[in-house]
């Protein structure tokens, strides 16, 4: 009689403990989580983990939040707020290129300067730089008008937005909007004291990055391409090169300053008003 109790006790305890793996193999961790539909199921159940499943519902974290970033690689659930806060700066890249961008900056921990420096310079530009390994700092307000190129520092391959094309003498000059503006005034300027402006021979004006790199040289008769790429004002939009005559020459080095430029031997460089 003894014998069969304890049979019974044990068959009711393997039962259980049967129906209890049986039951939590197949248990849906989803059933808990108020924020799915099949499409988003679906995503979860391939890419994210049970752990990571865990988390979303611990802490109620909505499919909308992280269902563009999930299928591309490098993804992980546990940075999606910052891939949000990097997409709502707005300079719209790729939902791939914010994973990957977010992922770099904290595999090498950059990713609060990189933030930093998101406003001035955008999120591949920071890519990158920091993935090129450069020894030279990047410049902090590469946008201010006052900005000097330190000897240990570059902008790399900075691109200022505000870029305006203008046309003198059938010559196009771009430069940032308000240097060509007041340009445009210095220009005026100049014939209102008698100058024939049409003598004057334009030079570089706004360089990009990637023209820079093919044009340096190093050895080279223009000065301008003999700076090293992410060293040079022309890349600011703030610059240009002239080639004028003696009273020309006179007349800038005078009043040059008086429409924000600061002028050197054939060269204009806006510092702002």
């Known amino acids: 009689m003894f014998l069969k109790r304890v049979l019974l006790v044990v068959s009711i305890i393997l039962i259980f403990g049967l129906c209890y793996v049986h039951m939590n193999h197949n248990f849906d961790p989803l059933s808990r989580y108020p924020y799915q539909n099949e499409n988003s199921r679906k995503l979860i159940r391939e890419y994210l983990n049970d752990e990571e499943i865990e988390y979303i519902i611990e802490y ?32 719209g890249i790729s939902d791939e290129d914010i994973v990957d961008c977010v992922e770099f900056f904290l595999s090498k921990g950059v990713y609060e300067e990189a933030m930093s420096l998101m406003a001035q310079y955008g999120p591949l530009t920071l890519r990158d730089y920091y993935r090129a390994d450069i020894d030279e700092q990047l410049v902090k307000q590469p946008r201010s008008y006052d900005v000097v190129i330190g000897e240990d520092e570059t902008i790399y391959s900075f691109f200022p937005r505000d870029l305006k094309e203008i046309s003198v003498n059938d010559q196009t000059i771009t430069m940032r909007e308000k240097a060509i503006g007041a340009f445009e005034e210095m220009i005026i300027h100049m014939q209102e004291d008698g100058f024939d402006t049409k003598t004057i021979v334009f030079g ?7 023209s820079y790199v093919e044009l340096f040289d190093e050895d080279g008769d223009d000065p301008c391409l003999r700076i090293r790429p992410g060293k040079s004002e022309h890349q600011l939009g703030l610059a240009i090169d002239v080639i004028v005559n003696d009273e020309i020459d006179d007349w800038l080095s005078e009043n040059a300053s008086v429409h924000g430029f600061k002028y050197s031997d054939g060269h204009l460089r806006y510092f702002g008003e």
């Open 60 to 91: 109620d974290i909505a499919p909308v939040y992280f269902k563009e970033y999930i299928t591309y690689d490098g993804f992980n659930i546990y940075h999606a707020d910052k891939y949000n806060e990097l997409k709502t700066l707005g300079f």
């Open 204 to 210: 570089h004006s706004y360089i990009d990055y990637a």
